[in-house]
Structures are given as structure tokens and as C-alpha cells.
């Protein structure tokens, strides 16, 4: 459970850097709360195809589609669009410049809504692509436990950041 909502809570901060069907950075193109339901639904969906076999790998696939959805839905409902972005640009400079284990913090002054990035080594695949592993943190609405996810991007011809799966 612990890597799912690790998995969702990246996804739904880096979603922001990408630019579907031509929105501003930030900005998903549709509301948060779909955005996130269909992050969530589509890592949990991963995520759980990852456990089992036969029935028990579809089983745990459609419940890793319905607990991601869930866990999207409320992280997409609870950032708005300044949140989002905050956490983009955080995201983005972390990745492409930031030190190894240096901490980079975003927060959203209108709301308090407020988190952290901290990059990991620069890593080069097989097909010399680099990579980096990450460590982020939301607080949103005043909760007492942040989110805490654990993911990898690596850096995409035209510059950006993508979440990989291995």
C-alpha cells in the first residue's frame, strides 16, 4: 500500500510537467480531481499487475486500479492549479539541476499547501539516458503526515522528465 500512494503522489506532482493537449505548465487540461483519479488509477493499475499470478495478478491489477483511482481522486481534489505549478517548477529544477540529496522546497502562499523534492545521483540507462531517482513530499490541507513518494524520471529528448517504471 505504501508504494502505491508513493507512486500516485509523484505521478500527480510530475503530471504537472507535461503539457496534455497543449495546456500551460501546470495545468492538466481538465480538472484536479480527474487528473489525479486517472494517474492514481493508471500507477495503481501497474503497481498491482506487479503481485499474483493468474487470477490473483488480474484480481490485484483491478483492486491497484480502484485503491490508485481513490488515492488520485483526493490528491487531484486537494492541489489546485498554484500548487501544481509550484511543485512543477520545484520538480523540474531538482531534477534537471539540482545536487544529490539537496532538498528543494515549494510552497503555495495563498494556501500553505507546501512540499519538498530531493533529487538522487544522475544514473545513465542502457540506451544512455539519464535518470535520477527522486524523493517528494506533499502537505496539503494542513494534514499532520505528509505523502511521501519514491519514483525515477529520466530526462526526455525535448528536455523534460518522465516517471519510469523499473
Known amino acids: 500500500m505504501r508504494k502505491l500512494v508513493s507512486a500516485v503522489v509523484v505521478c500527480g506532482a510530475l503530471a504537472a510537467c507535461t503539457n496534455p493537449n497543449g495546456a500551460p505548465p501546470g495545468q492538466f487540461g481538465a480538472n484536479n480531481t480527474t487528473g489525479g483519479t486517472v494517474i492514481g488509477a493508471g500507477l495503481g493499475g501497474l503497481l498491482g499487475n506487479q503481485f499474483g499470478g493468474g487470477s490473483g495478478k488480474t484480481v490485484a491489477t483491478v483492486a491497484g486500479v480502484l485503491i490508485g483511482g481513490l488515492i488520485g481522486n483526493r490528491i487531484g481534489n486537494s ?3 498554484a500548487d501544481q505549478a509550484a511543485a512543477s517548477r520545484a520538480t523540474q529544477t531538482a531534477l534537471e539541476t539540482g545536487q544529490p540529496d539537496q532538498t528543494l522546497p515549494w510552497q503555495n502562499p495563498d494556501n500553505g499547501h507546501a512540499g519538498t523534492v530531493t533529487p538522487g545521483k544522475y544514473t545513465q540507462d542502457a540506451s544512455g539516458q539519464y535518470c ?8 496539503v490541507g494542513g494534514e499532520s503526515q505528509p505523502q511521501q513518494g519514491y519514483g525515477k524520471a529520466c530526462r526526455q529528448s525535448d528536455g523534460t522528465w518522465k516517471i519510469t517504471s523499473d
Not at 132 to 139: S, W
Request: net charge negative; proline share 0%.
Open 79 to 81: 492541489m489546485d492549479q
Open 132 to 139: 535520477r531517482e527522486f524523493t517528494q513530499t506533499i502537505n
